[in-house]
């Protein structure tokens, strides 16, 4: 069942791309998941949004309204299109496969869904955003993908982007400005921020080869983000690295075999700290605090602390 379940939902986190839809539909289809015993992999979806094109020209970023897509045939139109990239195995509720159901699809003269050849925008118009600079910045080069560009970007200089847009030559007030003028604008702009970032040999590399997470040779000690939620394991953690802050508190006792837990952001800015089983080099650094570092021993405890 639950193989079924994920090829099934695969395909609705397709179309819902396919028609550029709302972030609300990945909320429902995550609860929807959760029902049937599995989670929706969101690092998935987010490969699958760049390789889904989105076919439907409608409304708010298109020309034709939701009763022109009832006309040209409506989500069987747009199944149809998106055939190579479905399950077409997947049973249905009739009884039939998707392919035979798809099979049976008569063809309507219209132009409101596009082919995967034509498409609207190359790829889906969601993007799963994290709460680190390095992959926001990467998804910010994906801006003229997103169903509202500017709340989007937004969103991300409330996050802290502002200073790395800073060092690539562009600024807030030039972003949201483009933000508002459309995709191909858009597309520029984030074309000279890349191409700004390629000009700076070996920034590109280091932005691509950072990590969620690393750890000693030895195993003794973890270093995160900002922080793991201590009730799950390792392999488990996910976005935890980048949000679990909140559970960093928690940990009092060895987190899975580890000596130490060392984070280098803290969300809530409480300053450098240093306790049996965890320790916070952050200092505060971009929050009007000093940057710091600091040299651990294989078992956990601080041989030097330095601040600026």
Known sequence: LNDEARNTSADALRVLLAIGGSTNGIVHLTAI??????????????????????????????????EDLHRAGGLQTVLNELRPLLHLDAMTVTGKTLGEELDAVPVFTQDVVRSIANPIYPAGGIAFLRGNQEEMWDKLLQLQFAPNPPEVLAWMLRQ??????????????????????????????????????????????????????????DGGLLFVNAGIDPERPLTAQSDSFWWGGGSFGRISSPYGGFAKVIRGFDPSHGGVADTPYTATIDAGCG???????ACFAPDGSVLDWIES
């Open 33 to 66: 998941a959760g029902r049937m015993g599995f989670e929706i992999d969101l690092e998935a979806f987010d490969m699958m949004s760049r390789e889904t094109p989105v076919l439907v020209d409608l409304k708010p970023s298109g020309q034709h309204y939701m």
């Open 160 to 217: 802290g982007l502002q200073g790395t847009m800073t060092a690539y030559s562009s600024t807030a007030e030039e972003a949201l400005g483009i933000a508002r003028q459309g995709a191909v604008a858009i597309s520029r702009w984030t074309g000279q921020l890349r191409a700004g970032m390629q000009s700076h040999p070996g920034h590109m590399q280091l932005l691509h080869s950072l990590k969620r997470a690393a750890y000693t040779d």
């Open 287 to 293: 929050y009007d605090g000093g940057l710091v570092a």
